[in-house]
């Protein structure tokens, strides 16, 4: 594998992305998100990449989360999606910020009915007593909700600015291809091949 200067990092990330939608059994745009509490302790978490751009990299969650509390509290992520039947990953890292509401809403929208009522019935992260509590606080949305259901103001999207983006391709013997592009600041991106 061989990446050239000049090589746009999000065209070279959508080709992988379309070759995944062909070849992933589940979840192509699936991605380990991590950050760290306000103490520096990690975690990490399996969610669903929906968006990309230069303008960043957007998942969508409840703001009042473990996660959102995590990425508030520091402005930092990170995530790796990993295509194991390609035998490919990605990694970016950079600050993080809440999504233009605008953009939450439109996204909202597009999803399907019972996804917009778990957004309000869940409170994510937090204790549940039984799962027949859940059940009766999506009745409880479904009742509120006949109609139209709009976002809840504690859901919305988290727009990752990437600094750094590394591509990785599996090689024989364990000498994979490894490229990092580091944002230069510049509206450009510095190339370097690293070891495997």
Known sequence: MEILAGTDPFGLFQTWFDEAVKAEINDPDAVALASVDADGMPSVRMVLLKEWSPA?????????????DELLATGKAAFCIHWKSLRRQVR????????????????????????????????????????DDLAAQVRAVEDRFPDMVTRPPHWGGFSIDPQEIEFWADGEHRLHDRFKFTNDGKAGWDIQRLNP
């Open 56 to 68: 960043g990299f957007v998942i969508y969650t409840n703001y009042e989360s473990r996660k959102a």
């Open 92 to 131: 970016v890292v950079g600050p993080v910020s809440k999504a233009d509401p605008a953009q939450s809403d439109a996204y909202f929208a597009s999803r399907g009915r019972g996804s917009q009522i778990g957004a309000w019935a869940s409170a994510q992260s937090r204790p549940l007593a039984s799962r």
